[in-house]
């Protein structure tokens, strides 16, 4: 059986061709082309099951049959490479005979299921049977049924996942889970098992389908095989509408679907809507069943507003008003420069932007910040990490590179899209993938060279890797002068053991970066997330400037929520980009005067009660904060906080008033991707309860308070297209940085370096409430190596209490096998362990003991 | 004149035989009846009243599989599923709403349950909108039932794996 | 004060017994005598037409019902043999045969309530009783057939909803064997009645010319003496199979019509028994797979009719691109269906040609002139249901 690479038709258009005709039509495709692909592409419709646009093609299901001069039999189209001078028919008698003889036997031992069977009216198994089969049997023996021991339910349903179900009965073999799973996500948690007529689909034995992309093979699977539990029975698919909307959990902005039915003002599920640019079509957990919050019953559906030291429902009228009323009044006693602003970056561009514009121009302050979650941000504007976090980058263009290199960046956690982009690279394009990180992350996999360094010692690797190019002489020598001296050690030997890893390693990725035609160079959150993120930005910086990778590639740093580039174009940070802050100040008329506050100043500030007030919109920041302790304080302190969320958090708890915020598939709104695409998101519902959009809220806040941000929807619009139309890309330095280094020694009793970050399948606070995501993972643990679990003498599921200088937290133990040194790692996206009290925002590397708790 | 004659030769000869038809009828039978005291019974294919199907062990025929409400020319139905702690499929709502029904009986002949079907009964008026939503508690036939079903059934098991020759 | 003389302004309708339903006639009186009469329709417009377009093609058949809810069979024959056209489906022989029968059935359903309230009209009151006595036994098989006695929704694309009752036949011949008596009755009561045929003879005349000149169809038309009969000039389903006169009138005014429409009853029975005796075996159902239903035993059987069942109920069958126009020779005139298929579903566009709305629109040229009684008369000579006026 062949097995075709799919070429992408940027080297195809070099690669030899081959002149075929099809139905009557000549066509010129390249080598290597099946005929089904150069068909389809000549838009004539050929029945598939089992082939995929994005897998590697089987054969198994015969349904792509295609009659072929000069050949004996009906060949499969999806496994027939083009040949030149084929004479291909997709619509002869033959053909057809040939397709309704396969229909028959796929249907031969199909359940009678279509009744019950969600799929039933998308079902690709009922469509072709429609279009090609015939609607009479000739078999009149039982059906095959798949049958699960003493577990008998009626439909023989069987619970492969958290959210899959698996119905063997209804199976048509084309293998399309198994394979999507091994080739697109590399996960092995799904297989065929025996042979023959007894062949089926299931979990791996012990297993379960829980990998971060499972869902994907719920929808690729063409009958109703696998099914979605948030999908089963609720409601059949041709009642439902379709909202495109955007995931808003990630930054790649994955394109999906909401399903939502109208008159209920509910939505059912979320789908994949493929946009080649962006997602293949695949679309993680995290999205898929992120939207189930919005449908949640215990969000905030009322303003509340603390009245003798409870928080008491009040109308949105009494809430505004009083938002209104106070603003004004501390910034009369107190001056403007005392209320400061945080906003989440998962919010839309009209939002941000009024955000913005109501606390620049409204308030008159320069307090205006969407990193909740980095602690320590520069003070400036033109600092490395600036331009590196400000650097173009194209998701598609992973695809093509030949070496890829993820620095500091758990990728299948903060950016599984790039992640699945980066499997694709390495599957059907053999790129050369290198992982650098302070801990074992899951892409190691398909990692030539799987780099871990000692936590804390990020710089010294990027500059282990410069000098060992200068010492190879793989880098040109002009290009090279002067970088020895402004880093350090002096020798990439040196920096590999101060950084824990093999020389040998460094020098494989040095090769690889100077000979690399296209380089792709991720720099991830471990990075962004950390204190001293200054001078391993820098350290980049030099890097680049070294192998001139912006040259020959991309070199960025990967935004982390879905509208984080937007923030950042609009000009939500204290220090916007020369050109976005200059198209602000003509807008805005003016610039605030007094010193721009990072969050982290913000926090500082509200500590030494500078700040008075603060407006939260959207975010949790005591959840997130990298140092739960100080945020805590800070906000406590202020007389007035006004916090806008979707459901009751630590931070709406200790708010004077909190507003019912709406959330993204209630309106409809501009997303910036991490590309810097601008996409639009429909609202697939209106507002529930009584929440509205931020845009809304901060509008009617403005108003009350006298001053209107826009004359018009019109005007806002302009203004936000006028702003994200700015240069924001902040050109690279014309020398090289100075990369200090200063080894923080590691405590005597805390010995664990630990890592906080999103679970794979959470982001952010708001996931925790999508009941189909709690499925997945519904609290926190701590993950370690295999060897440190039997270090500390702890099994799998064991409580352990965590502990760090700053703070404590018991947790189940999770043992993963790919995790390989003494890191640990816990998931932030919990309320119910406050896994951000252990961290310490000033401290680069939080280490923390772990101890078990006595049962 | 012809005319005249025959005008007159219409009111003495023609029109006392029509009056005569007419007299006749004072002896005939009566064809109406005497509703509501009486009733006319309907044809067994009668489109009235939806009642649902049950299977003879009790369980109810409908899995919610949204056929009927697809068939419906007028969108009178309304359901939505549930799953039984058994992992089957069946409605949690099912309801008719009589003032939108124009009883074609389509969800009958859709109904690849054999679940619905249009009984007998046509006297449904009521005081009240509310009244014309007919849910699934007022449709299910009672069980064990009292009469036989109207409407001849076709397959009387829950799930079949075969055709009928196959099963025999 | 000079006294202006204007014609008097009477509105008749809508609200009027005489109008058949709700159809208003702005009435110009000088006298007795009418100056103008304008029908105004419109009261009982549901957007029929539009509503189909809406519809996949099979749920459209409900709406035919609604039409001439007098002659609910004719009005899904015209639409299904549209759809059927342009599906290009042929359909067995029983399910002509079956329609034939049907559809004169329907005839004879139809003149029978035309005839009730007709006379009703012009002051028999007994002709209505006795008339709808007779269409109690039509209903009946209505009932037994399609479950309903007048939204039958029975014919259908292909076929038929179900197989014929067992005991339509008996049922049939029983209608058969008394309607002729009965017909004999009412001309008895009617035809040489001087009251009638006052009232009616040389009323609401129309000429040849002018019947073609108004597109009249149907009684209307060949009380004039014009012989045009869909099932002779243009056969459907099978009518040149069967033997039956075409009755034409000669004064082209309200006894003719009367006369015709009297003769029309008597020549489907003759129809409806040749139906009978040469009813042909087989399937009630064209065998046309995605388009018509497969049995329902199939259904609960066999995969694959389960997957055409599935489909068929919940997304239809797509239509070739293309337009027909198919008509029959409803109780009323030329009842045709227009649609266009755009390859989807649903029809792009239906149009339908209604006999009375059309025959209708000679209300004028019938009344104008003439005594302002003979109205009625004309109304009811012309046989409207304003169902099928309005759509």
Redesign the interface.
């Known amino acids: 059986m062949a097995t075709e690479t799919k070429k992408d038709t940027r080297t195809a258009q070099q690669a030899p061709t081959v002149t075929l005709t099809i139905d009557g039509q000549e066509v010129t495709v390249p080598k290597g082309t099946t005929v089904l692909e150069a068909a389809l592409g000549m838009g004539i419709h050929v029945p598939t099951f089992c082939w995929h646009p994005k897998l590697k093609s089987v054969g198994a299901c015969r349904m792509c049959y295609v009659e072929i001069e000069k050949m004996p039999k009906l060949a499969v189209s999806c496994a027939t490479e083009a040949m030149d001078g084929m004479v291909v028919h997709t619509d002869s008698d033959l053909v057809k005979r040939g397709r309704k003889a396969v229909?028959?036997f796929i249907?031969a031992n199909?359940?009678?299921d279509?009744?019950t069977c969600d799929k039933?009216?998308e079902c690709d198994?009922?469509?072709l049977?429609?279009k090609h089969?015939?609607?009479?049997?000739r078999y009149d023996f039982l059906k095959m049924r798949f049958t699960e021991g003493a577990v008998h339910t009626t439909f023989d349903d069987v619970r492969i996942g958290p959210e899959i179900i698996l119905n063997r009965n209804r199976c048509i073999l084309c293998y399309k889970c198994v394979r999507a799973n091994k080739e697109a996500f590399g996960e092995y948690d799904l297989g065929a098992f025996e042979r023959g007529n007894i062949t089926e689909i299931n979990a791996a034995p012990g297993r379960e389908v829980s990998n971060p992309f499972s869902g994907n093979l719920v929808e690729i699977c063409p009958v109703g095989a696998l099914t979605n539990t948030d999908w089963r029975y609720k409601i059949r698919v041709?009642l439902t509408k379709q909202a495109r909307s955007i995931c808003p959990f990630t930054s790649s902005g994955t394109n999906t679907l909401l399903w939502k039915e109208d008159h209920q003002q509910k939505i059912f599920r979320c789908t994949s809507r493929r946009n080649d640019d962006i997602d293949d079509g695949w679309i993680a957990d995290v999205t898929r069943y992120g939207w189930s919050y919005v449908m949640a019953e215990d969000r905030l559906q009322t303003p509340l507003v603390k009245k003798e030291g409870k928080q008491v429902p009040v109308s949105w009228e009494e809430a505004i008003d009083l938002v209104a009323r106070r603003l004004t009044e501390i910034d009369d006693t107190k001056g403007n420069v005392c209320i400061g602003g945080l906003i989440n970056p998962q919010l839309d561009n009209e939002s941000l932007h009024a955000f913005n514009k109501f606390m620049r121009v409204t308030i008159g302050a320069n307090n205006v910040d969407h990193r909740l979650d980095y602690p320590m941000l520069p003070a400036q504007g033109d600092t490395a990490y600036s331009i590196l976090s400000s650097q173009p980058f194209s998701i598609a263009d992973i695809d093509t590179s030949d070496v890829i290199v993820s620095f500091g960046s758990d990728m299948l956690k903060e950016h599984p899209n790039e992640y699945l982009r980066m499997r694709k690279a390495y599957m059907f394009r053999q790129a050369k993938v290198f992982t650098i990180n302070p801990y074992a992350v899951k892409n190691a996999d398909i990692a030539s060279v799987d780099v871990v360094y000692a936590p804390g010692t990020d710089e010294i690797v990027v500059n282990a890797i410069c000098l060992a190019a200068i010492e190879e002489k793989l880098v040109d020598a002009g290009r090279a002068a002067g970088l020895k001296d402004k880093i350090v050690p002096n020798s990439a030997a040196e920096a590999a053991e101060t950084a824990g890893v093999e020389l040998d390693d460094i020098k494989i990725i040095a090769r690889s970066l100077a000979d690399g035609k296209q380089v792709t160079f991720l720099v991830g959150e471990l990075v962004a997330r950390c204190a001293e993120r200054e001078p391993i930005a820098a350290a980049i910086a030099n890097l680049n400037r070294l192998f001139g990778l912006t040259d020959k590639g991309q070199v960025a740093r990967l935004a982390r929520y879905a509208n984080s580039k937007g923030a950042e174009k609009l000009g939500l940070t204290p220090f916007p980009a020369p050109e976005v802050k200059a198209k602000l100040e003509r807008i805005f008329g003016g610039w605030p005067e007094n010193e721009a506050l990072t969050t982290d100043k913000m926090l500082v500030q509200m500590n030494k009660e500078a700040i008075n007030a603060g407006l939260v919109v959207g975010a949790n920041p005591l959840l997130l904060y990298p140092d739960r302790e100080f945020a805590r304080e800070c906000l406590e302190r202020l007389d007035f906080l006004v916090v806008c969320d979707s459901f009751e958090t630590e931070t709406t708890a200790i708010a004077d008033v909190v507003l019912p915020l709406a959330s993204w598939a209630e309106y409809a709104g501009d997303y910036v991707n991490l590309e810097g695409r601008t996409q639009h998101a429909e609202a697939a519902i209106k507002p529930r309860f009584h929440s509205r959009p931020a845009l809304e809220i901060i509008e009617q806040l403005a108003r009350a308070m006298d001053k209107p941000l826009f004359e018009s929807a019109d005007e806002r619009r302009r203004e936000v297209a006028e702003v994200l139309a700015a240069q924001a890309v902040l050109p690279w330095p014309n020398d090289y940085f100075e990369v200090s280094f200063d080894n923080a020694a590691a405590d005597s009793e805390y010995t664990i370096p630990v890592f906080v970050g999103d679970d794979p399948h959470h982001a952010g606070h708001l996931t925790e409430k999508s009941p189909s995501l709690s499925n997945f993972v519904s609290e926190a643990y701590v993950e370690m190596s295999i060897e440190l679990a039997a270090k500390l003498d702890v099994k799998a599921g064991d409580s352990v209490r965590v502990e760090s200088e700053a703070g404590k937290v018991i947790v189940p133990v999770k043992v993963s096998d790919y995790l390989d040194t003494d890191a640990v790692f816990l998931p932030r996206n919990f309320s119910s362990a406050q896994v951000n009290s252990l961290l310490m925002r000033k401290k680069r590397v939080n280490r923390v003991k772990i101890t078990r708790v006595a049962d | 004149m012809k005319e005249i004659f025959k005008?007159l030769g219409?009111?003495v000869i023609?029109?006392p035989?029509?009056f005569?038809?007419?007299f006749k009828?004072l002896f005939k039978k009566p064809?109406t009846l005497d509703y509501p005291r009486k009733k006319k019974p309907?044809?067994?294919?009668?489109?009235g009243k939806h009642y649902l199907e049950r299977y003879d062990d009790g369980t109810e025929r409908c899995v919610c599989c949204g056929?009927c409400a697809?068939?419906c020319?007028?969108d009178a139905i309304y359901m939505e599923p549930e799953e039984t702690e058994k992992g089957e499929r069946k409605a949690r709502v099912y309801e008719i709403n009589l003032l939108r029904c124009?009883?074609?009986?389509?969800c009958e002949?859709?109904c690849?349950e054999?679940a619905i079907f249009?009984g007998q009964e046509y006297e449904f008026s009521a005081d009240d909108r509310n009244k014309f939503i007919w849910t699934k508690e007022d449709m299910l036939v009672p069980h064990p039932r009292k009469d036989n079903p109207f409407k001849k059934i076709?397959?009387r098991v829950r799930k079949?794996y075969?055709?009928?020759e196959a099963t025999r | 004060m000079a006294i202006e003389e204007k014609d008097l302004h009477i509105n008749m309708g809508p609200q009027h017994p005489s109008t058949h339903g709700v159809l208003r006639v702005e009435l110009n009186v000088d006298g007795e005598t009418v100056v103008r009469a304008k029908p105004v329709i419109g009261y009982l417009h549901t957007g029929i037409e539009k509503t189909m377009e809406s519809?996949l093609y099979y749920?459209?058949?409900?709406?035919t019902d609604r039409m001439d809810y007098l002659a609910p069979m004719s009005n899904n024959l015209g639409y299904c043999l549209a759809v059927e056209k342009l599906m290009d489906i042929e359909v067995p022989d029983k399910v002509k045969w079956a329609r034939v029968c049907l559809a004169e059935l329907t005839r004879l359903n139809s003149h029978l309530v035309w005839l009730g309230t007709h006379a009703l009209d012009l002051g028999a009151m007994?002709m209505l009783l006795y008339a709808f006595?007779e269409r109690?036994m039509i209903l009946?098989i209505y009932?037994?057939?399609?479950?309903?006695r007048m939204?039958s929704?029975y014919i259908r694309i292909g076929g038929l909803?179900?197989e014929l009752?067992s005991d339509f036949d008996k049922r049939v011949r029983q209608i058969i064997k008394e309607i002729p008596d009965r017909i004999d009755?009412y001309e008895?009561?009617?035809?040489?009645?001087?009251i009638f045929?006052n009232r009616t003879k040389n009323v609401a005349v129309i000429s040849a010319e002018d019947a073609i000149n108004w597109s009249l169809s149907g009684p209307m038309l060949r009380g004039s003496g014009i012989k045009h009969d869909l099932r002779k000039d243009n056969p459907y389903s099978g009518y040149e199979n069967f033997d039956f006169e075409v009755p034409i009138g000669r004064n082209g005014d309200a006894y003719d019509r009367y006369l015709i429409r009297l003769e029309e009853m008597r020549q489907s029975l003759r129809i409806i028994e040749q139906c009978l005796d040469g009813m042909p075996e087989g399937p009630f159902r064209a065998h046309v797979?995605?388009v018509v239903?497969?049995p329902?035993?199939?259904?609960?059987?066999?995969?694959?009719?389960?997957?055409?069942?599935?489909?068929i109920?919940?997304?239809g069958f797509p239509a070739p691109k293309g337009a027909v126009y198919a008509g029959i020779e409803s109780p009323k005139g030329e009842l045709g269906f227009y649609i266009q298929g755009d390859g989807s579903n649903k029809p792009a566009r239906v149009r339908v040609r209604p006999p009375s709305f059309i025959n209708l629109a000679a209300l004028p040229a019938l009344t104008e002139g003439h005594l302002f009684s003979d109205v009625v008369c004309a109304i009811g000579s012309i046989d409207i249901v304003l169902g099928e006026v309005d759509r």
């Open positions: 229909i028959e249907l199909h359940p009678l279509c009744p039933g009216g198994l009922q469509d049977t429609f089969g015939f609607d009479d049997s041709w | 005008a219409n009111v023609k029109m035989q029509g005569y038809v007419t009828h064809v309907m044809a067994p294919r009668y489109r056929l697809a068939a020319p007028a124009i009883f074609c009986g389509f002949e859709a690849p054999e249009l076709l397959r079949v075969g055709t009928p | 519809k749920k459209a058949i409900p709406c007994s006595r109690e009946d009932e037994a057939c399609a479950g309903q939204m929704t909803a179900k009752p009755d008895t009561l009617l035809t040489n009645n001087q045929i797979p995605g239903l497969p329902k035993e199939d259904v609960l059987h066999k995969m694959e009719s389960m997957i055409f069942h599935f489909k109920i919940t997304e």
